[in-house]
């Protein structure tokens, strides 16, 4: 099973509103992350999580909030949300890479959640 | 900003061509994927080449690099209407578990 999926697959929200984007993969990835991808741009990191525990944050506003239950398993928390965070979220997983060096490990995405804030 | 820069943005072939792209990197790497996105979906993972090699194969896919240049290129052979999506480059930080994508070029195949 190399599939990643996401849901759900589109999401409306209020900027007053709070729901959760969920992931979950079975390959047996130990590194799981999350992207925001505005239309026409490249995918930029948002979240990795290594072992389920979070070792990169780019600086994210809070009112996204990650959570890493399991090893399967990856959510991204939203919470007073803006207009502009309006995008499509993708989650990846991979095998963590080796801050010392190993093989480059390709990742496995996700099919997105389109999420308008409205 | 680590982003790279990827050339044409778009480009539009008929079924049958080939179609070039070109990806230009600012830091040293040690690898560089090129992964495809079609539309408002998820991106899956084209082909790798690491730092030490100059040219790799996969199928109708031909990836070249050039790290004195800090550029690579991706060549899809004798394409089809399937082809039609968004390529990026992407680059593994040295260091870190940070895959940081190109602008991406926008491919068209008309039948």
């Known amino acids: 099973d190399t599939e990643v999926t996401q849901t759900p697959k589109h999401l409306v929200m209020g900027m007053t509103n709070k729901k959760s984007l969920k992931c979950e993969q079975h390959m047996g990835h130990r590194a799981m992350y999350w992207y925001k991808q505005k239309a026409k741009k490249p995918p930029e990191l948002m979240f990795v999580y290594s072992y389920e525990k979070l070792s990169i944050n780019e600086s994210v506003p809070s009112r996204f909030s990650p959570e890493c239950p399991n090893s399967s398993l990856l959510n991204l928390h939203l919470h007073a949300l803006q207009p502009e965070d309006s995008a499509l979220y993708l989650c990846?997983?991979?095998?963590?890479?080796?801050?010392?060096?190993?093989?480059?490990?390709?990742?496995?995405f996700g099919p997105g959640t389109r999420l308008t804030v409205t | 900003s680590q982003q790279g820069e990827e050339d044409p943005q778009a480009l539009s072939i008929q079924e049958g061509e080939n179609a070039t792209m070109n990806c230009s990197y600012k830091?040293?790497?040690?690898?560089l994927q090129w992964y495809r996105q079609n539309s408002g979906r998820g991106l899956v993972h084209l082909i790798l080449i690491r730092s030490n090699e100059r040219e790799k194969h996969s199928g109708r896919l031909r990836v070249t690099l050039d790290t004195s240049k800090k550029s690579s290129s991706l060549l899809i052979t004798a394409s089809r209407a399937a082809d039609t999506a968004s390529y990026f480059c992407a680059q593994l930080i040295q260091g870190a578990q940070k895959l940081v994508f190109g602008q991406g070029t926008r491919l068209t195949i008309n039948p």
């Open positions: 830091t040293s790497i040690n690898n």
């Open positions: 990846a997983s991979s095998q963590p890479h080796r801050r010392g060096g190993g093989p480059p490990y390709e990742q496995y």
